[in-house]
C-alpha cells in the first residue's frame, strides 16, 4: 500500500516528529510508514487522516 503522507505533511509544515508526538507513536513509525515499510492500523491510520486534516482515502492507494 502506498501513500501520500509525506507529501501533505510537508504541505502542512509539520515535521515527522510533530506528527508522531500528535499521533501518540514514534517518529520512526511514521517514517516507516512514509517509506511503505510499514503499513498502520486502522486506528493509526485514522489518527494520521485527522492529523493531516485529510481523509483515509486521500492518504492511502492500494495497489
Given amino acids: 500500500m502506498k501513500n501520500h503522507i509525506k507529501e501533505i505533511r510537508t ?3 509539520l515535521f515527522q ?6 499521533c501518540e ?3 520512526q513509525t511514521v517514517n ?4 511503505n515499510k510499514y503499513d498502520p492500523t ?4 485514522f489518527k494520521l ?3 493531516l486534516d485529510t481523509t483515509v ?3 492511502f492507494i492500494y495497489e
Fill in 11 to 13: 504541505e502542512k509544515g
Fill in 17 to 22: 516528529q510533530e506528527l508522531a508526538d500528535i
Fill in 42 to 45: 486502522l486506528e493509526l491510520a
Fill in 25 to 27: 507513536v514514534s517518529r
Fill in 49 to 51: 487522516a485527522a492529523a
Fill in 32 to 35: 516507516a510508514i512514509e517509506n
Fill in 57 to 59: 482515502d486521500n492518504l
